[in-house]
């Protein structure tokens, strides 16, 4: 479908429309409006927009989209599907916008940014309701994911959404309802919604570890080894040669003396 054709549009400031896919029901045609994504949190950004009511005669009448009041658990299970590894957690403030209140529920994925899944149900007031004029409901939810997004900006998308659907009786508008008498009163207390108390997982750190290079410094050569000394004057005493004198140069040896032949011997 072209973009003109969209069933909804966000407030200023929010991404563009990159395609939109329409599948029709027997009671309702669905529309998948994939908006443009910047975010490395696993996903695409999407605003997907249900009107029932809507008769197609092309499709069989077993062909039908379930048609569900909004319930915790199930807002839950659709938050976390739609943005896996991101532990979701639902606001408590109170917001509405031109067609009523809406919730939402946030959470910060792995590299800091802020994600929401926000959802809201827009019927048609009971009194514009009669036999010639069916009830028509718009069921929305958007899921999106900036970086350097904040809460106020993330649900100011939802704020200024505008449903361009056409109704016979003329408007989406909702009458305004009074606030519930249990507010204030004794004996009726009022506590989170089990979406909101679940606790808070802690976001996954990446830790990045730095290497210092060291340079590498050459081994020392190798010293020359001395020999050992000879025995100083406290090694043992060699005697002198016969006739040497000490602190003289060489000694003088005598010579052998031969006895001489007896009388009458030949020599």
Partial sequence: MPPEAAFASLGPGTPAVVSIVQTSYANATRQAIALATDSAAPGQNELRVDIYGISNAGAGLENTLADRPLNEEQLASEAQAALPGVPMHRSLTFVQ????????????????????YAWQRIATPDLDVTLFNRRA???????????GATE??????????NVNAALSSGSWSQEPKPLSPDIGAAGAPIGPSPMAAAPSQPVPVRTVIRYKRVPVRAAP???PVSPAPFPGAGGPAIPLPP??????????VPAPVIPAPPQGAQP
């Fill in 97 to 116: 916008n031109q067609y009523g209140p809406f919730g939402y529920a946030l959470g910060r994925a792995v590299r800091g940014e802020l994600c929401l």
């Fill in 137 to 147: 409901t718009v069921s929305v939810r958007l899921r999106l994911c900036r970086p």
């Fill in 152 to 161: 106020t900006s993330l649900v100011a998308a939802m704020m200024g959404l």
């Fill in 221 to 223: 050569p190798p010293q």
């Fill in 243 to 252: 006739g040497a004198q000490p602190g003289v140069g060489t000694p003088t």
